[in-house]
């Protein structure tokens, strides 16, 4: 007999792992497709405090590892896979990825969203060679070295003090005086020692032969180019940017309705333009990201999903 399943969720981050719970609880034939590592962006978030019931504020991964474990705890299963193609035209929906075919009577994408590149010269080629958007995974390459942190939300200030723990400096580069970041956080990091400020500042550009070496900055105010150059004896330093993040809904834009910026627009409801297709999470448009926020989309779209198959087939 054919392989169709009830519900093809994609994307195994907070809101995946919540639509796969739900949807496998509620006894419906359930897969996650994973193209990376389950958990999405709370992977690279070293302390979840503010997740319900995370009171010994759980690390994203070891969060990951129960959302995983419960999700399959009730028949939830999970494939790596990146989804290459698909075809949502008939009522039985197809899905590709390189290697495989799926067909399922749902899709909820839960795809989320990727960190935002500087986008300056040297940028890629620096990609672990000093360049990272990870706290969590790079952070002990750098103990006792010296760090910039790019950006001026909550990530940046939040993963700029947990950097004091290994870097012996860690300096601050934000484009304006104004911060988005809370107060509790930027008073905090203004508390730190080991932290300090350089402001209407971008990065012009990361300059290294296979590790980085030097970064150029250019203050927005008075157009100076100041180059930094890692101190001889350590022979690098770490830039760990956090500028924000962009959605993951390249492969999908053409077919579910997205924003400018390139976010999906389906409601609270999750619902799409295509019936049987839900959205959840951080690639859809909405006021707050959070974990909390995320799962209560995967919720959504799972019983939506539920619903949609109980009058449909
Ligand atoms: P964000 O709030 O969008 O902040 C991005 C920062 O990067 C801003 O300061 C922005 O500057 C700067 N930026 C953007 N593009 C840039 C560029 N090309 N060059 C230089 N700087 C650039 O992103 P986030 O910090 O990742 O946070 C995302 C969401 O998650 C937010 O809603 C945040 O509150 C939430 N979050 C919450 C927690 C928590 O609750 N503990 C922790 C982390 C994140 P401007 O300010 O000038 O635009």
Request: proline content about 2%; aromatic content about 8%.
């Amino acid at each position: 007999m054919e392989n169709i399943y009830d519900v093809l969720i994609i994307g195994g981050g907070p809101a995946g792992l919540s639509a796969g719970l739900y949807a496998s609880r509620g006894k419906l034939k359930t897969l996650i497709l994973e193209k990376e590592k389950n958990g999405g962006q709370i992977v690279i978030t070293h302390q979840v405090d503010n997740y319900p019931g995370s009171v010994e504020s759980a690390s994203g991964p070891s969060l990951t590892a129960r959302m995983v474990q419960q999700a399959k705890s009730f028949g939830c299963e999970i494939e790596k896979g990146e989804v290459t193609s698909f075809d949502f035209a008939d009522k039985i929906k197809v899905v590709n990825t390189a290697s495989k075919t799926y067909k399922a009577r749902t899709v909820i994408i839960a795809t989320g969203e990727n960190p935002r590149k500087m986008g300056c010269p040297g940028e890629t080629k620096l990609i672990g060679k000093g360049v990272s958007y990870c706290a969590t995974c790079d952070a002990d390459f750098f103990e006792d070295f010296e760090v910039f942190v790019i950006g001026g939300g909550d990530s940046a200030i939040e993963e700029a003090i947990y950097l004091t723990k290994f870097a012996r400096k860690v300096t601050i580069v934000h484009r304006r005086q104004g911060f988005r970041c809370t107060m509790t956080a930027l008073e905090k990091a203004k508390e730190n020692p080991k932290i300090e400020f350089l402001l209407d500042t971008v990065v012009e550009e990361v300059k290294g032969d296979g590790i980085l070496e030097s970064i150029v900055f250019k203050n927005k105010i008075t157009g100076e180019i100041t180059e930094y150059f890692a101190d001889e004896e350590d022979g690098t330093f770490g830039c760990f940017v956090f500028i924000g993040s962009v959605p993951q809904t390249e492969v999908f834009k053409d077919v579910i309705e997205c924003d400018e910026s390139g976010y999906f627009t389906a409601g609270e409801s999750t619902e799409t333009n295509v019936e049987g297709v839900f959205v959840a999470g951080d690639c859809r448009k909405k006021e707050v990201r959070q974990v909390v926020t995320a799962t209560g989309d995967g919720c959504t779209a799972a019983v939506m999903a539920e619903r949609y198959i109980s009058r449909s087939f």
